[in-house]
């Protein structure tokens, strides 16, 4: 930018151009665009929750009803927040795994620009009852396809990068996040009815088959291929075993993938089917063991640093959320807890404890360590940081904690033999309210980090300095 | 540290793609390709209107809350999901989460003035309901989700009509559409209704709705109505209650006074005689009336006596702790329910206690033997003869009958 600062015949052509190809900048827009939707995301599933315990507050207003809402809030969280934050972060993390440059700064960017303008006809689409009504799926056709394209062209710049580079050794990152890119435009192929339909029951096979894989071949490879990046970049321990991120990352294409059928284990699918689904689900347990068992021992000697490192205390806070999550679903998906616990609000609580509290951290973790390093400038605000922290950790836990009692009570009650709304109408209430709080907390949180985020990269000036960084230290060889 | 050689890195990679490519083989294309459940007989397509319906019910997120499946648990629901239900579902709508009541089985329980009024203001009719109100759907989108609601489950699209002896229960008659053009309306007929289930229980493919073993039969036709249903009955007296879509206990009680073929309905006492009759035709009678009515027991006692006591007298363990108790069927207003006003009630439960409406778990034979024995608690003020009998466990056929009650086969998955 500087060196174009001199010049002053340029067309609009060579500024845009420029724009596009600052070095850096895809992976900061990617940030940005990130935390961006995150707030819209979150501020979404708030008037979602508040609407669940008011039902009267917004009356009339086809746009803002519950029903389009929740798909909205699904989709901006999944697609918006949660996989543009990880693939910005990709963009720093496999050119510096790589030792090379990105492979093409102007596609990634082009990619940001494509992305978000999905994200957008997507709310406009959603909010106006374009759907097509299977979850995780719902949007339609017309935004399916340039969702694949921009899937195509990330291959694009991720192998790129990979085969350019000078490193020969692959790290487990670049596995992680490599193979992500080729295993997800498939699974998002079969799911989307892009080429692959089936009508009657069998659509909700291969609905779920996306439903379950877009969190196990998507979020799940993303946000684990960057924590075996981060954790031992920002502790400077090596990683405590090879062999054991071997089999992690072995296994969690083999069993994740067929665990779709879980989620209808009571309906009039297969039996073989379910039984597939079942046992994966339970040798989930494998992946996530090696994986965890791997970090874990990886922070030896280093807990200490969770107290002063931000970046870090995410992604910790981020991987005991996920020995929770993956503790409770293998056991929820087996056929005797399945048939007590299916359709309650246990479910929507595992849902959030698997998106928000895993990945979710996992994508706000690498934003406070990523966007300095991009972007060249020092956090504005270390207090911003920790009360969004602690807001949005406050948030979750209540969240989860509220869902999860409330599904109990649902459980029960229909166990007993209780109507769903008998049992749903005036009990739940409360725990609905909270659940609500808990959204304005993270909201709140979403804030602070957008403004905090401003104020950084547009509200001073001054380059990234080593000695006033003490929570994001540089260092450390992975 | 060891170098290590790119290449090493293409057989692990081609390894793990063949994994995948077998996975998704096993779990996406093989389902794909064997499990085609075939067309159901007894199931119609969706007509134009109800279609429409369908995609307002989608794109309102309606499924979001509302499930499209009746689990086997799910007992209260009535006929549990089969595969072939989802036949002309072009998408599927199984749903994730039941913040509201599963609507797998929701056709013909409620008018649809009913649906209308609970989709614009879902609280005036039952208060703390956390539904959305659709006030803003047009006249259009609001009839065209009714007609949707109408033609999910047993007393859908899948029920058969017993008075035209169609596969449907509705009447598929011409209206003009929302473009103009005529097309097919269902106009429904359902809810609770003796005569109609009692028509249905006659009616062919009837095995197919219900696994049951109980048998409706001309013998307990007769030891509920005192004779031949057909003897006493006019077509005109059938239509007369079979229109009467929501009947109400006045409304059915004034049709008996109106109608003198509903009026001259006799109805079997279960009373005990005093003497036990000597003649050989008044004792098997009695024997009958006892078998029919000890086999409502077995029902009694797994699904009602935990409040309604063993004995009927209202006095069953969770009854205790119930604002409304339970009720007692040795009170004398029992002695004279009717049939009719039995199976009302228990098919329809009592708003505002804890009474379910058993219609959605009873099926309707099931339900009938259970007035077999209800009538004979209430007319008897407790199980007199009974005591002596074994009761019967709930779901076997009685002793006596097996040779003439066959089981149903279960169907499969």
Known sequence: MNENAGKVSLSWVDRFQDWLSIEGSASTRFLVSGALWGLVGTTLGLLAAVEYWAPDLVRGVAQLSFGRIRPTHINVVAFGFISMATVGANFFVIPELCRTKLYSEKTANLLMLAWNAVIVLGIFALTNGYTEGREYAELPWWLDIPLFMALLLYIVIIWGTVLNRQEKQLYVTVWYVAGTTLWFPVVYLIGNKIFFSVTGIGDSIANWFYGHNILGLWFTTNGIGLTYYFLPKITKNPLYSHLLSIVGFSTIAMFYTPTGTHHLLQSPVPEWLKAVAVISSVMLLIPVMSVLVNFFLTMKGKWNMVATNIPLRFFITAMWFYLLTCFTGPFQATRWINWYLHFTHWVVGHAHFALLGTFGFVAWGAIYYVLPRVSGKQWYSRRLATAHYWLTLTGVIIMISALTVAGLYQAAAWEEGQAVYRAGAYVLSPFMAARAFSGLLIVVGQILLFFNMYKTLFGQEGSLDESTEPDVPIGGKA | ?413
């Open chain 2, 1 to 413: 540290m060891n170098q290590v050689n790119r290449t090493n890195y293409i057989f692990p990679a081609i390894g793990m793609g063949l994994i995948l490519s077998a996975i998704i083989f096993v779990v996406v294309l093989i389902p794909r390709w064997t499990f085609r459940p075939p067309q159901p007989k007894d199931l119609r397509d969706y007509t134009a209107q109800e279609l429409r319906g369908r995609v307002v019910y989608t794109r309102e997120g309606c499924f979001y809350c509302h499930s499209m499946v009746s689990r086997p648990q799910d007992w209260d629901h009535g006929t549990k999901s089969k595969a072939s239900d989802y036949y002309y579902d072009e998408w599927h709508l199984l749903g994730s989460e039941r913040s509201g009541p599963d609507l797998s089985q929701i056709g013909g329980k409620f008018p649809d003035e009913y649906h209308i009024q609970h989709h614009k203001q879902p609280r005036s009719l039952k208060p703390g309901s956390i539904m959305p109100n659709y006030e803003y759907l047009s006249n259009q989108d609001m009839s065209d989700l009714t007609a949707y609601m109408q033609s999910l489950g047993s007393n859908g699209r899948r029920a058969l009509n017993p008075i035209t002896g169609e596969l449907q229960w509705a009447e598929l008659v011409d209206a003009k559409g929302p473009t103009g053009e005529i097309e097919k309306v269902a106009v429904w007929k359902g809810g609770v209704n003796f005569v109609a289930d009692r028509n249905r229980i006659a009616s062919e493919n009837y095995d197919q709705h219900y696994e049951t073993p109980y048998k409706y039969t001309a013998e307990v036709e007769e030891l509920l109505l005192g004779t031949s249903h057909e003897a006493q009955l006019s077509k005109g007296a059938v239509q007369a209650v079979a229109t009467a879509n929501f009947p109400t206990e006045e409304a059915l009680r004034k049709a008996r006074m109106e109608n003198p073929d509903l009026r001259a309905w006799t109805e079997v006492s279960y009373k005990e005689p005093d003497k036990t009759p000597t003649d050989i035709v008044g004792l098997a009678s009695l024997q009958k009336r006892r078998t029919i009515a000890n086999q409502g027991r077995g029902i009694y006692n797994q699904k009602c006596s935990s409040c309604h006591g063993l004995e009927g007298n209202g006095r069953g363990w969770a009854s205790a702790s119930m604002t409304k108790r339970a009720a007692n069927f040795w009170e004398d207003k029992f002695e004279n329910y009717r049939t009719d006003t039995w199976y009302w009630r228990i098919s329809r439960g009592v708003p505002g206690t804890q009474m379910p409406r058993w219609e959605f778990n009873l099926s309707p034979e099931q339900r009938l033997y259970l007035v077999a024995f209800m009538k004979y608690v209430g007319q008897n003020k407790g199980l007199g003869a009974l005591k002596g009998m074994e009761a019967p466990v709930y779901g076997l056929p009685p002793s006596s009958a097996k040779t003439t009650i066959p089981s149903s086969p279960q169907p499969s998955n």
